[in-house]
């Protein structure tokens, strides 16, 4: 896993203390919903997308690095990965993920391996 999974791109556009919260998430062929929770924490900065009724309303963490850019005129994000990418992350549980270091290496390791250069 890359050390910088967690932070955002220089060039993704995203403002440390902005709030991301309902911003609609795009995936690199299509929507996958709004951002419910986001993280600015140095070394582990994430979303977390709210999917509504694409994946069952469930929720997914996408690690900031996963982020494109922001568009804070349309409050929208872009991420580099595929909606099937990201359906096929490791199952999230917003309750019981957040803090655990061992899920954020498997969420990291998952997202590496798609990694866009």
């Known amino acids: 896993m890359s050390d910088n999974m967690w932070g ?12 991301l919260t309902g911003y609609k998430v795009e995936a690199s062929d299509g929507s996958i919903g709004k951002v419910d ?4 924490e140095v070394g582990s900065s994430y979303l ?10 469930k929720h997914v963490l996408l690690p900031a690095s996963t982020v ?16 099937a990418e990201i359906k096929d992350a490791p199952e999230f549980d917003k309750d019981k993920h957040l803090g655990d270091s061992d899920y954020h290496e498997q969420v990291g ?8 250069i």
């Open 8 to 19: 955002y791109q220089p060039t993704a556009g995203h403002t440390a203390g902005n709030t």
């Open 37 to 40: 929770k986001h993280s600015d």
């Open 48 to 57: 977390v997308v709210d999917t509504g009724v694409w994946i069952f309303g």
């Open 68 to 83: 494109t850019r922001v568009d804070t005129a349309e409050e929208t994000i872009y991420v580099d990965r595929t909606k």
């Open 109 to 116: 390791g998952h997202y590496g391996k798609h990694r866009r």
